[in-house]
């Protein structure tokens, strides 16, 4: 990301974010979940950070400049991933706030046509639609490419830290299978587009008299 100063690594092809500081955290686990299933079914090279990486900067940054070395590198990976996984618990029927202000340090640019799986935790189910009223239209600002399908998990899906919930995880991987046009290689998709091919090829050679 050329309009970051910090030092660049390697490009991740999946990052997740997860937006809580909590350790253990459900919804860190339901960000390395979602991120462990795209990456397998698209080999692609996967990290996932939460909040609590970011440093105490955080809450005190004006600008990304003001955030810390390591928190601008995770910024770079988010900004340079070929898809995101972006994970929030609920708080108080919305998005914690520091999580709102990472996302008030990126330039609205940087995000731009982003494939972005959303996925949320809550305590119960009440406030499942934060994904639709409060994630959606946030990344709608940055115009990025959220999928359709969004994942709210609440704490009764999960036991010993991990989702048990199995309609949970059949969504999750709906989700994940809405990443298919943005991360399949070009030669999949060509497979995957052979059939329309070869019935194009057929009626052009029937067109033409053959
Ligand atoms: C400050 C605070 C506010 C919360 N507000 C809500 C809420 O409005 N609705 C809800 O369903 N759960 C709420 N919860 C519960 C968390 O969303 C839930 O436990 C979540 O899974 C925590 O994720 P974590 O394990 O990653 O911290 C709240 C928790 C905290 C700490």
Same mark, same amino acid.
């Given at each position: 990301m050329s309009a970051t100063s910090s030092k660049i690594g390697p490009k991740i092809g999946i990052v997740g974010l997860s937006g809580s500081f909590s350790s253990p955290s459900k919804t860190r686990a339901l960000a390395e979940e979602a991120v462990r299933r795209a990456a397998t079914r698209f080999d692609k090279s996967a990290e996932v950070y939460d909040l *609590?990486? %970011?440093? #105490?900067e955080l809450g005190h940054?004006?600008?990304?400049? =003001? %955030?810390g070395e390591e928190a601008r590198r995770i910024v770079d990976q988010i900004v340079q991933a070929k898809a995101l996984v972006i994970a929030s618990p609920v708080y108080k029927g919305s998005y914690p706030g520091l999580f709102k202000h990472l996302f008030d340090l990126? =330039?609205?640019?940087? %995000?731009?046509g982003k494939p972005i799986l959303l996925a949320a935790t809550g305590g *119960?189910?009440? #406030?499942?639609l934060i994904i639709e009223h409060q994630l959606r239209p946030l990344f709608a600002f940055f115009e990025a490419q959220t999928l359709a399908t969004g994942v709210y998990v609440s704490e009764r899906d999960f036991a010993d830290g991990r989702i048990v919930n199995q309609a949970v995880l059949d969504r999750l991987d709906r989700a994940v299978e809405q990443f298919g046009p943005y991360l399949r290689e070009p030669r999949q998709q060509e497979r995957s587009l052979a059939p329309v091919s070869h019935l194009r090829l057929h009626q052009e050679a029937l067109a033409a008299g053959f």
């Open positions: *609590g990486q %970011l440093g #105490h940054a004006r600008s990304f400049a =003001d %955030l990126i =330039d609205p640019t940087w %995000l731009a *119960g189910e009440k #406030h499942a």
